[in-house]
């Protein structure tokens, strides 16, 4: 058995496929039928394109998008600096869930509130402002 990918279905293909490059994901591939009307790309990180995130759009919409079931868990990706990184994702507008006060661990959410948690790869940094004293928002 081998691991192939996570799928989610997405309401807004460009601003989540913006979310998921903000991340440092590249498109791999990409498969649209016509005779289905839906398309699927798939994300990965560079190097790492055997483990890709698979984005499932419907061309004519789907109604229960977005919305919070959590029916599949969340996504999670070792990050360099988890500092650097949710800060150049709130730069972009994305709101930190569940700030990285510990150094380690924090949740994001995509346009179509799939749950992105984000750990430090290696061992925690520093406790740092102004991550330290940042409340939760919303949830993850």
Not at 67 to 74: L, N, P, V
Not at 81 to 89: D, F, G, S, V
Not at 112 to 134: K, R
Request: with cysteine; proline share 6%; net charge negative.
């Amino acid at each position: 058995m081998r691991y192939l990918h996570t799928m989610v279905r997405v309401a807004d293909l460009e601003k989540t496929m913006a979310f998921f490059e903000l991340l440092g994901l590249k498109k791999t591939r990409q498969t649209d039928s016509e005779q289905g009307r839906f398309s699927l790309i798939f994300m990965a990180a560079p190097g790492q394109e055997d483990c890709p995130v698979e984005l499932t759009y419907n061309w004519d919409g789907d109604d229960g998008l977005p919305s919070d079931s959590r029916h599949f868990g969340h996504l999670a990706y070792s990050v360099d600096n988890i500092y650097e990184m949710c800060q150049h994702l709130m730069d972009n507008g994305v709101t930190i869930n569940r700030p990285p006060r510990d150094g380690y661990m924090a949740f994001v959410r995509s346009p179509d509130n799939i749950s992105v948690e984000l750990l430090q790869a290696g061992e925690p940094l520093a406790p740092a402002e102004p991550w330290a004293s940042m409340e939760n928002t919303g949830h993850w």
